[in-house]
Antibody, heavy 122, light 110 residues
Framework: QITLKESGPTLVKPTQTLTLTCTFS??????????VGWIRQPPGKALEWLAL???????RYSPSLKSRLTITKDTSKNQVVLTMTNMDPVDTATYYC??????????????WGQGTLVTVSS | QSVLTQPPSVSGAPGQRVTISCTGS?????????VHWYQQLPGTAPKLLIY???NRPSGVPDRFSGSKSGTSASLAITGLQAEDEADYYC??????????FGGGTKLTVL
C-alpha cells in the first residue's frame, strides 16, 4: 500500500525559503522507474506541477519556477524534499507530493499525499 | 493560464450524461502524449480517475470514461450522481518534459 505525507511550515514570511518534506511508504525510490513529484494548488485555483525526481536522481522542474526550486531525495529515509526560494504571497497554496506512474506516453500521479497548506505572509 | 484548456464549469441533473473537454496543442496532447483525469472532492486531495486516455483504476465506476482525439481529450460521466459533484482536472505531458494540468472544471449536479 502506497502512502505519502507532506510536512513543513504552515506559515513563511515573504523572501524566505520554504522547505517541504514528503515521507512515503509502500515503494522505494531506488527502484528503477520510480518517481515522486510535487504539485501545488492555490486556494480556489488549479493544480500546478512543480517538480519531479526519479529513482536515478534525474530531476525535472516547471520551467516557470525552475530558478527557485530544488528537489532532492533521501532513499534511506524514504523522503523527498522540495525547497522553494524567495517566497511570495502568491505562493500561498496547498502543496502535494505524489507517486509518479509511467504511462505509455508520459506519466501520471496515482497516489497523492493529503497536502499541506503553506501561507506566505508577513 | 493553463496550457490545457477546460471549461470552468459544467452541470447536469441526476442520471444525465455530461462531458468535460480538455484541449491542448501539438506540443502536448497532439504530440501523442497520454491524457489522465483526476477528481477532487471538496477539501480533499486529487484522486486518479482515468489514466492513459481511457483506463480506469480499480474501484472507479464504469460510469466514468475517457477518450482522446488529436489535440483534445474528453471525460464522460453517465448516470450522474450527487456524489460526482467535484472538480475535475486533466493532465498530460509536454515535449519540454513537464507535466501539465488543465485549469479544472467544476461539476455541479443539479
Amino acid at each position: 500500500q502506497i502512502t505519502l505525507k507532506e510536512s513543513g511550515p504552515t506559515l513563511v514570511k515573504p523572501t524566505q525559503t520554504l522547505t517541504l518534506t514528503c515521507t512515503f511508504s509502500g515503494f522505494s525510490l531506488s527502484t528503477s522507474g520510480v518517481g515522486v513529484g510535487w504539485i501545488r494548488q492555490p486556494p480556489g485555483k488549479a493544480l500546478e506541477w512543480l517538480a519531479l525526481i526519479y529513482w536515478d536522481d534525474d530531476k525535472r522542474y516547471s520551467p516557470s519556477l525552475k530558478s527557485r526550486l530544488t528537489i532532492t531525495k533521501d532513499t534511506s529515509k524514504n523522503q523527498v524534499v522540495l525547497t522553494m526560494t524567495n517566497m511570495d504571497p502568491v505562493d500561498t497554496a496547498t502543496y502535494y507530493c505524489a507517486h509518479r506512474r509511467v504511462a505509455a506516453a508520459g506519466y501520471y500521479f496515482d497516489y497523492w499525499g493529503q497536502g499541506t497548506l503553506v501561507t506566505v505572509s508577513s | 493560464q493553463s496550457v490545457l484548456t477546460q471549461p470552468p464549469s459544467v452541470s447536469g441533473a441526476p442520471g444525465q450524461r455530461v462531458t468535460i473537454s480538455c484541449t491542448g496543442s501539438s506540443s502536448n496532447i497532439g504530440a501523442g502524449y497520454d491524457v489522465h483525469w483526476y477528481q477532487q472532492l471538496p477539501g480533499t486531495a486529487p484522486k486518479l480517475l482515468i489514466y492513459g486516455n481511457s483506463n480506469r483504476p480499480s474501484g472507479v465506476p464504469d460510469r466514468f470514461s475517457g477518450s482522446k482525439s488529436g489535440t483534445s481529450a474528453s471525460l464522460a460521466i453517465t448516470g450522474l450522481q450527487a456524489e460526482d459533484e467535484a472538480d475535475y482536472y486533466c493532465q498530460s505531458y509536454d515535449s519540454s518534459l513537464s507535466a501539465l494540468f488543465g485549469g479544472g472544471t467544476k461539476l455541479t449536479v443539479l
